[in-house]
């Protein structure tokens, strides 16, 4: 309902609500719904942008949401650019040997943060891939793409990039020898870390602000990223037993027992995680839903 002075007028369509008193503006968008037309309908409404300035800015809003879409599209674009190339940068190992010294034993894939690169370039891939198909096909078309992209999201990208981020700069910060000796800045350049470890989560959180995810059942979300969890340890403990060293410096300080503590921990901490992101993506959006 718009208030102009002392008269109402409905302004409420299955795209925007809009409540316009004098020059002040309340919006409340609903999600996943399709903005085009916007505008056209509300000069049907008969909404002047040169009438006034609270209409001027009705307009100006209505034109800025038209364009969130494709403000969304470009950021996925650019993200996946952004680790397509990192990916490609890291793999040029032939033209350093140093850097073929530190794969050795199981690759560059025996690292996390390498593993996470690759899951990162594959999700906004499939989110640029869902923002292509949804403006040429609709939403009811890619369905499946949507929630695969939910899944990835949710499930893995957003909770494994914040662990990366959280644990290495922890460990990083308390002794950088047990995760990060200072002899790896001689063969990765500082922007190079920071790539890997600091921009990841900054991302993330940015894409949890764009748009909204669906969350899987709780259930189903924490035993895919057990199993993922599972997977990984399993390989590093392959690791050491095909070759006898440890993937990270700070697992040659642990007993067994240290070991065991460690990985349950880091379970534990990864679960943290994936409740925090549930909730921050609830506390964004719900009330959107509702309204």
């Not at 650019?81 to 140093?98: A, T, V």
Request: hydrophobic share 45%; glycine share 6%; net charge positive.
């Amino acid at each position: 309902m718009t208030v102009v002075g002392n008269r109402a007028i409905p302004v409420e369509t299955n795209k925007v609500r809009l409540s316009l008193k004098k020059n002040s503006l309340q919006v409340n968008i609903l999600p996943d719904q399709q903005l085009a037309g916007t505008e056209r309908w509300l000069h049907h409404q008969g909404f002047c942008c040169y009438k006034d300035s609270g209409r001027k800015l009705l307009t100006a809003l209505c034109l800025d949401l038209a364009m969130t879409r494709t403000s969304t599209c470009v950021y996925h674009l650019f993200v996946l650019s952004w680790y397509i190339f990192l990916n490609f940068y890291i793999s040029r190992e032939g033209e350093d040997p140093r850097k073929s010294q530190i794969f050795l034993n199981g690759g560059q894939w025996k690292y996390l943060t390498f593993l996470n690169l690759v899951l990162q370039a594959i999700f906004f891939g499939v989110a640029c891939l869902e923002d292509v198909l949804k403006r040429t096909k609709g939403k009811k078309d890619i369905k499946f793409v949507t929630a695969f992209r939910d899944l990835l999201f949710t499930t893995l990208a957003f909770p494994i990039s914040t662990f990366v981020f959280l644990s290495f700069w922890i460990l990083f910060l308390y002794d950088r020898e047990l995760v990060y000796p200072k002899a790896l800045d001689n063969i990765f350049p500082v922007w190079l870390n920071h790539g890997m470890h600091t921009f990841i989560l900054p991302f993330s959180l940015v894409e949890v602000i764009l748009r909204p995810h669906c969350y899987p059942l709780r259930k189903k979300g924490l035993t895919l990223l057990a199993a993922a969890c599972l997977a990984y340890v399993s390989r590093v403990l392959w690791i050491y037993s095909e070759t006898g060293t440890w993937v990270y410096p700070v697992f040659a300080k642990l007993s067994p027992g240290g070991l065991a503590a460690f990985f349950s921990l880091s379970y534990i901490f990864t679960i943290g995680i994936y409740l925090f992101g549930e909730k921050l993506n609830h506390w964004k959006w719900a009330k959107r839903h509702l309204a």
